[in-house]
């Protein structure tokens, strides 16, 4: 279907309706919106009218409507959690709607504990409202619930939901794992649009770039519903900004802090500031964030082998090496250590409006604009074991099985980038992530009628981006501890001993463009005469461009750089090194030593190198079309369901690079390739939710979702990468992976505002994506390619706690838990080892943590709150290998954080944050636990401060 078609089926689409609302338009309909005290919206709010038993639920901005109600006079009452029963007496005229604002406050609280200095309702209370109303099964939380502040990114939110982790980059949560399915199986969407990704090879959505204080309420969908999109085979989250308030707002956050690693500044502010006019028809709110880090991490790397050859100084009758192989322990034949120096600012602008034309049509305009700059400098030294033709009998020593003393080539290198304006000598990665939408909610007689079109960007640049390398070989022994790979100069090294290997400076620029347009109408319709009960149906249009454009130059010196001697030098001694004062990095060529270089001058020969890039560079766009049809009704006072059927159509145009090599395996020339794919797929759901009692839900889910592979993968390239011996291609006959769901959870919800839950959730992927790697015939590397596996089952379960203890005696009833449990196991079938042949061994599913846990300990008094959060996700497969040995997984994690806040009066608080206590790494390990592939420090992350807040 090409866009001018789908625009007419969306004008006929409404032109039925419309018709419809005529024909039925005979009663009254109410219409309102519910506030606190303090003016801010209240969401989830439970409204009915028990005289003709209907009701419905408030949005995220505390709106409501309910229709084709008879004329009359009725009593509206209003449920929330933790609050006692608002009764309101309405008059309903036909033909008219009635708008109507109520207010929650302190006089209708059934619990002290629920009021905070400075008023309003808890965020917990409007979290867990929201949660408990909705038709599927979905977490909500409120930023400010979890106690994070300007410094933590949304990341950081998100990994405190149950069933979710996270993976670590820099020290800060970045990739989002939902039901242990990978980053990109998952949607991220702001206020229902979704977010592109700035990642080259996939479709991860960076949740570091994006500050927590901007966002009001995270929710994550586990089971999806016939209206949002299908491309959720883990969940869908949906990031929402806040809205304009009932009155005049002002907050301000200044804060500062330290990271221990480099006992360098930290620096943040926010503000934010929201009001509507008098006559009530214009809100607005604007707010804006920046958060200045100066921070880094101490990294060691790892590539193990168990495989060892030797040269034996004989040739074959062909006048051949003859190479002798001997069995040894599995050893680290490459080792890296790392130093990173990064500076990351992050900034953030959000400008909310909305306009009510009149009490059936309103308008709202939402936009963000993310901007993350990280200046990185990178101090890594490398060893790597010589070819076997290269080592001699008497180069090496073996003691007791273990490979202990061979020789290496070493390399020195230094990152960095051009000097002064925004690049500072430090290689700048320019994230950017800007999203504009526009939308409209019309009443048409007692048909709802809703729009919205968005226009999302995300672009990644990292211009004047420059590497200097130095080289050598020398003998190394090895270390004999798997936990903590070494390899150490066996005889002391200086920069003399160091020559040139190059000198080279790339450019990266990566962008997703993304254009959203969907129409819904709902109708009332009560099939089963319970009182309330609706039909809707809708179309939706997502229009993705994405591109990458890469280049690479390598410079010669025409003459000077005989070693690295000849060059500024700096030192990394190591004597902090937080993986172990072991590992010293060493001598470097310094930052802005390279930054000064004059590499376009006479003094330098310079060599565009397409076989670095071009392979990398590609355009994808994919366009997919969508319609729904479903219906909500009660089957009885308790019993609901949700049904419906969703269709998806995907069509994708690629078009990659096929590098062509000479004989000597030097790169000669390169073609364009084109190729296209289509899909369909249709994806019925089923929801029921069963209210046992007014606390108690049980709900049930048969569900239908996909994943589509990532646009690289499509792509129809083929890269040789000569250094390392390897080729990667595309496979554009990829199909997507398919999931049929079934979830199952009951939730018990306190009246002091808290909830008791647990559940089991089962998934059954077909066409699952994996790496294969086997061996190319024609040059014996190592070649990748994405293929589909058969199948893979996903089951768990999920337990959840939180509660104030208010029914302790005196001081103790201020404390507060907060404990979450997923378990999960996973199983994939149809993956192939390096020969060719279907692995035997039992697989999990990448990305499938099999534990998960949240807890958190916390103390608030009308002025005083704390709280100790403790995060654990459990080891899990990370990558697939050639075979079990070459297996990469990412190693377990325990974080362990503390807040606090003091509130000087109702609107000024400080506030003090204590991150990351344990020191907790990121590590992956190769086969077997115990075998360190990568393993990256930290340290603790101090931040202090003061916010102010003005209802």
Same mark, same amino acid.
């Given at each position: ?426 290689? %700048?990665? /320019? #994230? ?6 526009? =939308?409209?909610?019309?009443? *048409?007689? &007692?048909?709802?009628? !809703? ?75 009560? %099939?089963? /005469? #319970? ?6 149906? =809708?179309?939706?249009?997502? *229009?993705? &461009?994405?591109?990458? !454009? ?402």
């Amino acid at each position: 279907m090409n866009r001018k078609n789908y625009f007419k089926l969306l004008l006929v689409t409404l032109f039925v309706a419309l018709n419809y609302s005529f024909l039925q338009a005979q009663t009254g309909v109410i219409k309102g919106n519910i506030a606190d005290e303090a003016g801010i919206y209240v969401p989830g709010a439970a409204v009915m009218i028990p005289e003709i038993n209907k009701g419905t639920t408030t949005d995220f901005d505390g709106n409501f409507t309910l229709v084709e109600i008879p004329e009359g006079a009725y009593t509206l009452v209003v449920k929330y959690l933790g609050y006692k029963d608002l009764n309101k007496e309405v008059s309903v005229t036909a033909n008219q709607t009635l708008d109507i604002d109520l207010v929650l406050n302190s006089s209708t609280t059934t619990l002290e504990t629920v009021q905070l200095l400075g008023g309003g309702l808890s965020a917990q209370a409007r979290a867990l409202n929201a949660q408990k109303n909705r038709p599927n099964i979905t977490n909500i939380v409120s930023t400010e619930q979890i106690g994070k502040f300007p410094d933590a990114n949304i990341g950081d939110a998100v990994k405190r939901i149950p069933g979710i982790t996270m993976q670590v980059d820099q020290g800060e949560a970045r990739n989002i794992i939902v039901r242990g399915l990978a980053p990109q199986l998952n949607s991220v969407t702001l206020n229902g649009s979704r977010i592109p990704s700035a990642e080259g090879d996939n479709r991860n959505v960076q949740m570091d770039l994006i500050p927590s204080d901007m966002i009001q309420t995270i929710e994550v969908s586990k089971a999806v519903t016939p209206d949002m999109d299908a491309d959720a085979l883990g969940g869908s989250v949906n990031l929402v900004t806040r809205s304009a308030p009932e009155d005049f707002r002002l907050a301000a956050t200044l804060g500062s802090g330290v990271n221990f690693i480099t006992d360098k500044r930290i620096l943040s502010g926010s503000f934010l500031v929201g009001d509507r006019t008098k006559d009530g028809k214009l809100g607005f709110m604007v707010s804006a964030s920046i958060n200045d880090n100066d921070f880094g991490s101490d990294n060691v790397e790892a590539e193990w082998s168990d495989e060892f050859e030797y040269n034996t100084g004989m040739q074959d009758t062909e006048g051949d090496d003859i190479l002798e192989s001997v069995d040894v322990n599995p050893y680290a034949s490459a080792f890296e250590i790392r130093k990173y120096l990064v500076q990351r600012v992050r900034r953030s602008f959000s400008a909310n409006l909305n306009y009510d034309f009149n009490d059936n049509n309103s308008l709202y305009f939402k936009s963000m604009y993310n901007w993350r700059d990280d200046r990185e400098n990178r101090f890594a030294y490398a060893s790597e074991i010589l070819d076997g033709e290269d080592i001699s009998e008497g180069d090496f020593t073996i003691t007791n099985g273990n490979l202990v003393r061979f020789p290496a080539e070493a390399e020195r290198e230094t990152k960095g980038g051009i000097p002064g304006g925004r690049i500072q000598n430090r290689r %700048l990665e /320019d #994230q950017r992530m800007q999203n504009y939408t526009l =939308g409209g909610d019309h009443l *048409f007689g &007692n048909v709802k009628f !809703d729009w919205m079109g968005s226009y999302a960007k995300a672009s990644e640049e990292r211009p004047n981006e420059r590497y200097i390398s130095w080289e050598a070989e020398y003998m190394v022994n090895n270390g004999t501890n798997p936990k903590k790979p070494l390899h150490t100069p066996v005889n002391a090294t200086s920069p003399s001993d160091f020559e040139l290997k190059e000198i080279t400076e790339e450019y990266q620029y990566t962008e997703e463009e993304d254009i959203n347009v969907f129409a819904n109408i709902e109708l009332p319709a009560d %099939l089963f /005469d #319970q009182g309330s009960g609706i039909v809707k149906f =809708g179309v939706r249009g997502r *229009f993705k &461009n994405k591109r990458r !454009d890469n280049n690479f130059f390598e410079y010669e010196p025409e003459n000077g750089f005989e070693n690295m001697a000849q060059t500024e030098v700096v030192v990394k001694d190591g004597n902090d090194f937080l993986a172990g004062q072991q590992y010293r990095p060493g001598f470097f060529t310094s930052p802005e030593y390279l930054g000064s270089l004059d590499i376009n001058s006479g003094q330098f020969s310079s060599e565009d190198l397409p076989e670095e890039y071009l392979e990398e560079n590609f355009e994808a766009e994919e366009n997919v079309y969508a319609g729904y049809v479903m219906a909500n009704q009660k089957l009885s006072e308790k019993l609901s369901i949700l049904a419906g059927v969703r269709l998806e159509a995907t069509h994708i145009n690629s078009l990659g690079n096929e590098l062509i090599f000479n004989e000597d395996g030097d790169f000669e020339d390169a073609s364009p390739v084109r190729d296209e794919s289509n899909y369909t797929n249709i994806l019925p759901g089923v929801h029921f939710k069963y209210n046992l009692n007014d606390n108690t839900v049980v709900r049930f889910a048969w569900t239908n979702t996909l994943a589509r592979p990532n646009y690289i993968d499509l792509v129809p390239y083929r890269a040789v990468n000569n250094e390392d011996e390897e080729i990667s291609v595309g496979n554009t006959d990829l199909n997507p992976s398919t999931s049929m769901n079934f979830d199952f959870m009951a939730e018990y919800y306190f009246k002091s505002v808290g909830i008791l839950s647990g559940g089991v959730f089962y998934k059954d992927i077909e066409d699952f994506v994996y790496t294969y790697i086997r061996q190319d015939e024609a040059t014996g590397y190592d070649l990748f390619q994405p293929l589909n596996g058969d199948e893979a089952n996903i089951y768990g379960a999920e337990v959840s706690f939180q509660r104030q203890l208010n029914f302790l005696p005196g001081f103790a009833k201020n404390f507060g838990i907060y404990l979450n449990y997923t378990y999960l196991h996973s199983e994939a079938n149809g993956i192939r080892n390096e020969d060719g042949d279907l692995r035997e061994d039992e697989l999990s599913l990448p990305g499938s943590s099999p534990n998960m846990f949240n807890g958190s300990l916390s103390y608030s008094d009308k002025r005083f709150s704390a709280r100790l959060s403790a995060n654990f996700s459990d080891a899990y497969l990370d990558e697939l290998g050639g075979n079990a040995f070459q297996d990469r997984y990412y190693d377990e994690q325990f974080f362990l954080d503390f807040n606090m806040s003091y509130s000087i009066n109702k609107n000024l608080r400080i506030f003090a944050n204590l991150n990351n206590i344990t020191n907790q790494p990121l590590r992956y390990y190769q086969g077997v636990s115990n075998r360190t592939m990568q393993m990256e420090y930290y340290s603790q992350r101090l931040t202090f401060g003061l916010k102010y807040d003005l209802y």
